[in-house]
């Protein structure tokens, strides 16, 4: 709130001092450039402010749930699709946290407007070898009928390991692949089947 008076107060500022600008004159434009960089900093860190708020807020909320504090949280700037956040029955802005416990990894969403802490929970698949990790699965693209159309799926190090392009009935295009206990495998959609790139 005192960034936002203090935005304004500098808006309503650069305004006054347009009204007595000469344009043309070097030192005019030097004052003009000078305000608006303060501004975008302002603006910066106004972003940060509320980040870490919201930062605080899971923080908070993710300990009252599982009892434990995190030892790290990360933002995400990715945001989550529209689609996701229907399905959680989220409105409004809303900000991505990864939680770390342990070396674990655990992922959530805080509504801006509720200030409610909800948790993404991770699929399990056998990536690197016959042992299932947890795989976090990200609707990247959608239809306009918020029908997934791409899904990119990330282990914990942030690579991916799997991508699922669709049809918009929701079968599986071509180019779809993923990395299955350590090898890579495309999609055939002709057998409808997973098919290793050595074998093909």
């Known amino acids: ?25 070097a ?47 990360e933002y995400m700037k990715e945001s989550p699709p529209r689609h996701q956040l229907q399905k959680l029955g989220i409105c409004g802005p809303v900000y991505q946290f990864r939680f770390f416990v342990k ?3 655990y992922r959530g969403i805080v509504s801006k407007e509720e200030k409610i802490l909800y948790m993404k929970d991770p699929i399990y698949l056998p990536v690197y070898d016959n042992d299932p990790i947890p795989v976090w ?11 997934p159309k791409k899904i990119e ?15 918009e009935h929701g079968e599986r295009k071509n180019n779809s692949w993923r990395r299955h206990r350590g090898i890579l495998e495309r999609w055939d959609a ?11």
């Open 137 to 147: 699965k990200e609707v990247t693209k959608v239809y306009r009928s918020a029908i």
């Open 190 to 200: 002709k057998t409808r089947q997973w098919v290793s790139q050595n074998h093909q």
């Open 103 to 105: 070396g674990k990894e």
């Open 153 to 167: 799926y990330y282990d914990d190090m942030r690579a991916l390991v799997r991508v699922d392009f669709l049809y």
């Open 27 to 73: 030192w005019d434009i030097a004052v003009l450039y000078i305000l608006f960089v303060f501004i975008a900093i302002l603006y910066r860190l106004h972003q940060w402010n509320t980040i870490d708020t919201f930062r605080t807020v899971g923080e908070q909320q993710f300990s009252t749930k599982f009892g434990v504090t995190p030892d790290n949280v």
């Open 1 to 25: 709130m005192v960034y936002f008076s203090i935005f304004i107060f500098i808006v309503s500022s650069i305004i006054s001092v347009i009204s007595f600008l000469r344009f043309g004159d």
